[in-house]
């Protein structure tokens, strides 16, 4: 079974209509899959067996400002939108999938089962946005303060609050 047959089919599985998870092609020729939380993990999963050794990265994205933005028909916008490209070394191709993930329930599945790689980019997207990923060993801050409030990548997070404190220079040796 080809990738694309694999792909559908890990959708159709989860419930999800292709046309509700289309897929365009990015400015560097790699292909942009647009899926529901629902397909998520499965969808990366199929792709994983077909061939997809490396998850280069997850990221978090928060579009607060840009409510409107351009997407492919049948893809609600929602505030959140978790991005996570992937590699497959052996047929030299990159596929990115991005996942809507809604401000009242900033949640989607983990992918460390199927790339422990994912582990610290998971641990980044919570810290700095706020985005759950259910199913992560240690869902901790990596970047802030355990006892850091808020998260602050997140657009409506307070500029300013805190203020920056910065070591001094070290003396002469």
């Keep these: 079974m080809d990738a694309r047959a694999r792909v559908h089919r890990a959708a159709r599985d989860a419930h999800v209509t292709i046309e509700a998870s289309p897929t365009t092609i990015g400015l560097g020729g790699e292909t942009v899959r647009f899926v529901g939380r629902d397909a998520y993990r499965s969808t990366v999963a199929a792709l994983r067996d077909e061939g997809y ?45 991005r996942v809507q993930v809604p401000e009242h329930d900033c949640r989607v599945d983990s992918l460390f089962e199927l790339y422990p790689g994912a582990e610290a980019m998971e641990r980044e997207a ?48």
């Design 53 to 97: 050794e490396l998850c280069v990265d997850v990221c978090g994205v928060d579009y607060l400002g840009h409510p409107g933005r351009d997407l492919p028909e049948g893809v609600t916008a929602e505030r959140f939108e978790v991005v996570v490209n992937l590699l497959s070394l052996s047929q030299k191709a990159r596929t990115r999938i």
């Design 126 to 173: 919570y810290d700095l946005l706020g985005i759950e990923f259910v199913g992560h060993p240690d869902l901790s801050r990596i970047l802030m303060p355990e006892d850091w409030e808020g998260h602050p990548l997140r657009k409506d997070y307070g500029v300013g609050r805190v203020p920056v404190q910065f070591k001094e220079a070290p003396g002469p040796r």
